[in-house]
């Protein structure tokens, strides 16, 4: 099984809802990642977990909070978003984060548009 | 100077031909070297990865590293028009902070 399941594959929201975007790996990865990609840009990286833990956070806004319950899912968040952050959110997993780089896996993504 | 440069293309040869998508990159302790291909409305899938320097034959791909010259690319052999997708480059430091660094993206057209 070498996927990545993310949901939902689209979302509509409000600048005042709270919703959460979810990540399911089931291949043994203890690197979890968020990107986000607008279009014709590349994913731009947000929140690194590594063995559960948050390692790199780039500097994201408070409205996005993420959350790792255990090594194989990975929760995203949101709250009080702004139209600016619609976009498509990557969820992907590698193997770890260590030595010669990771492979990254990505699910299909999350296609979220704020209103 | 961006960290990961690619030409965005858009590139476009004829079916069966050669396609050529060149990367450079400016950290030369950068050690690992991916390309990602993107179809449209689609997340980037890994198609090859590449730690050494010369050439790594996967089917009809061959990525080939130039560490000395920062340079790496990936060649289609026999393009097909279901090959028609971005390229991503993307480079790794290799350290434990190990996230890779993506450049903008190649946009490949075969035709028939």
């Known amino acids: 099984d070498t996927e990545v399941t993310q949901t939902p594959k689209h979302l509509v929201m409000g600048m005042t809802n709270k919703k959460s975007l979810k990540c399911e790996q089931h291949?043994?990865?203890?690197?979890m990642y968020w990107y986000k990609q607008k279009a014709k840009k590349p994913p731009e990286l947000m929140f690194v977990?590594?063995?559960?833990?948050?390692?790199i956070n780039e500097s994201v806004p408070s409205r996005f909070s993420p959350e790792c319950p255990n090594s194989s899912l990975l929760n995203l968040h949101l709250h009080a978003l702004q139209p600016e952050d619609s976009a498509l959110y990557l969820c992907a997993s590698s193997y770890d984060q260590t030595g010669r780089g990771e492979k990254l896996f990505f699910g299909s993504g999350t296609q979220l548009s704020v209103l | 100077q961006k960290e990961v440069e690619q030409n965005s293309g858009p590139l476009s040869v004829p079916e069966g031909a050669i396609a050529s998508l060149n990367c450079t990159y400016s950290d030369r302790v950068s050690q690992s070297f991916f390309w990602y291909r993107q179809y449209s409305g689609k997340s980037p899938e890994l198609i090859m990865s590449?730690?050494?320097?010369g050439d790594k034959e996967d089917g009809r791909f061959t990525a080939q590293l130039n560490k000395a010259s920062q340079y790496v690319s990936l060649l289609i052999r026999d393009s097909q028009p279901s090959d028609s997708a971005t390229y991503l480059c993307?480079?790794?430091?290799?350290?434990?902070?190990?996230?890779?660094?993506f450049g903008d993206g190649t946009t490949l057209t075969v035709k028939p």
């Open positions: 590449i730690y050494s320097n």
């Open positions: 993307a480079v790794g430091k290799g350290t434990n902070a190990g996230k890779s660094t």
């Open positions: 977990y590594s063995y559960e833990k948050l390692s």
């Open positions: 291949m043994g990865h203890r690197a």
